[in-house]
């Protein structure tokens, strides 16, 4: 079964500045596809970007972008500018072309400072 | 547009008591469906997935079950809850087929006391 590492339990970030998230991932297929989602404190989980594994270009949404590296099996997301609203939960999540269920890591919990 | 609701938002409930969560999906047909569990501090669990009415996967032994006897109607229950029952529950949909995110409900937090 696919397996979803996020090694980084707590991230802070001042507003403004840069932050990167890590994910890395196990798995014996060739295509598949790769999420980020948010947790805010309401809890409800909302999707921030995606990647399909066949597409080598990098996925950017705003102030969102992930580095995909297929070879190393890593997917960390990059939020520039970060702003407060942007403090939460994010989950690193996998998805087999195969099978039907999706996969996430344990999360980091990302805070902003003003 | 499709819309995705999941009630109740808040529960509490007596060990060895039944549950009853459910969720439907709005504006769309033939979803795949998702339950999913959150414990306190970690990631989701799949508990079960759906691809059709009737059709349910089971991820994880439990004393959980899921039934889904609508197309759009997805139903989390239990007969006798336990103490490790307690958690977050999350409700999701996907476009059939397997090329697309999952859509998430607002949640359902469960404590059994």
């Known amino acids: 079964a696919q397996t979803v590492t996020q090694s980084q339990p707590e991230m802070s970030v001042q507003e403004a500045e840069t932050v990167t998230l890590s994910c890395t991932y196990d798995t014996s297929e060739s295509d598949y596809y790769l999420f980020w989602y948010k947790q805010p404190p309401s809890r409800q989980m909302i999707l921030v970007i995606r990647q399909e594994a066949y597409k080598q270009q990098n996925a950017t949404e705003n102030r969102f972008s992930v580095n995909f590296q297929k070879a190393a099996k890593s997917f960390s997301l990059k939020i520039s500018d970060s702003q407060l609203g942007d403090a939460a939960m994010y989950f690193c999540a996998y998805r087999s072309v195969s099978n039907n269920d999706m996969r996430f890591g344990a999360g980091t919990r990302l805070t902003v400072k003003p | ?113």
Do not use: M
């Open chain 2, 1 to 113: 547009s499709q819309t995705i609701h999941q009630w109740p938002a808040t529960l509490v409930q007596p060990v060895g008591s039944p549950l009853s969560l459910e969720c439907t999906v709005e504006g769309t047909s033939n979803p795949n469906l998702y339950w999913y569990r959150q414990a306190a501090g970690r990631g989701l669990q799949l508990l079960f997935y759906s691809v059709g009415i009737g059709q349910i996967s089971s991820e994880v032994p439990q004393n959980l079950s899921a039934s889904r006897p609508q197309d759009r109607q997805f139903i989390l229950s239990s007969k006798k809850l336990l103490l490790s029952d307690s958690g977050f529950y999350l409700c999701a949909w996907s476009v059939r087929g397997l090329t697309g995110e999952l859509f998430f409900g607002e949640g359902s937090r469960l404590t059994v006391l």
